[in-house]
């Protein structure tokens, strides 16, 4: 079992940025792949970027690909998502997601999912 929870969600204004953190528990960490996606109400639940174990491959979606960066901290079990540049349609409940597979966890069906946290991004 991992555990996964979320933090670092709030209301900025566009242009702005927002740091989230997801802190891991239940497995070793650093034999874990890591992702995080996001949805918006009415929508289905999207890819945002994943992390290989070693921190080497960090695919993006195209929509945030230049702006938002993922990182990993093995000493500490958390993984982040630093936003900038952040525009309305950002706007959405930001998800953790964690698998054994580098493939999984950039599908919305990974091992493990966070309890989600809100980013509002203000016009």
């Known amino acids: 079992q991992v555990q996964l929870v979320e933090s670092g969600g709030g209301l900025v204004q566009a242009g702005g940025s927002l740091r989230l953190s997801c802190a891991a528990s239940?497995?070793?960490?650093?034999?874990?792949?890591m992702g995080w996606h996001r949805q918006t109400p009415g929508k289905e639940r999207e890819f945002v970027a994943a992390i290989s174990r070693s921190g080497g491959r960090t695919p993006y979606a195209g929509s945030v690909k230049g702006r938002f960066t993922i990182s990993r901290d093995d000493a500490n079990n958390t993984v982040y998502l630093q936003m900038n540049s952040l525009k309305p349609e950002d706007t959405a409940v930001y998800y953790c997601a964690a698998d054994r597979s580098f493939i999984k966890v950039q599908t919305t069906t990974p091992e493990y999912w966070g309890q989600g946290t809100q980013v509002t991004v203000s016009s």
């Open positions: 239940g497995r070793t960490f650093s034999t874990t792949y």
